[in-house]
């Protein structure tokens, strides 16, 4: 008697949250593991993933309330990018391609899931100071994802930050 076993995966995901004011309104949340799965390794650091931009400059945007804190951080050259976020403790791995025009188009990819940013290079006044309109600009990397509204600010390291607190309600630099 022969005997034969079926199995099937199935492939299930979320609804998509809908358009937020904030791209940070809503984390980047990773995708969860079964508990009968093998756990999986953890990711390595960037700069052993992607050799290919190692030596790129780090763009970073941070994202600080009293309940979240999220660091976003950007690395592209010659046609290749990492997109490090983290957030809660946990850091997911994002490794694709770049390509440089007259925006810069990020498509990147981690185990479980796909994202892509549209980046326009732009001028911010910023400073340490909250919202400070009288800085002297510098240059940031304005990054809008499909489902936000306004961009997310890529700065040089250590980065621009959208800090809503006692002290600030706006954008910053990030502290040395």
């Keep these: 008697m022969r005997c034969s076993l079926l ?8 609804p998509a949250s809908p358009p937020a004011e904030h791209p940070a309104e809503h984390p980047v949340e ?12 953890p990711p390595p650091p960037p700069d052993a993933a992607a ?39 946990r850091q997911m791995l994002y490794l694709g391609g770049a390509a ?18 549209d980046c326009k290079h732009a001028k911010r006044s910023l400073s340490a100071k909250c919202n400070d309109s009288k800085a002297k600009p510098i240059e940031v990397l ?7 509204k306004t961009p997310m600010p890529f700065g040089p390291a250590p980065g621009v930050e959208y800090v809503v607190d006692a ?10």
Excluded at 7 to 14: F, I, K, P
Excluded at 59 to 70: A, G, H, I, N
Excluded at 168 to 176: M, S
């Design 51 to 89: 050799p290919a931009v190692v030596d790129a400059s780090q763009w970073v945007f941070r994202y600080s309330t009293k309940d979240r804190k999220e660091t976003w951080t950007l690395r592209y050259k010659d046609g290749n990018a990492v997109l490090v976020v983290e957030t809660g403790g």
């Design 30 to 41: 990773p995708a969860q593991v079964q508990q009968d799965a093998a756990p999986e390794p």
């Design 167 to 176: 002290s600030c309600n706006g954008y910053r630099l990030v502290p040395p």
């Design 100 to 117: 440089d025009g007259p925006t810069l188009k990020i498509n990147v990819a981690s185990g479980t899931a796909k994202m892509s940013l």
């Design 7 to 14: 199995l099937t995966l199935v492939a299930c995901s979320s």
């Design 142 to 148: 304005d990054c809008y994802h499909k489902d936000f």
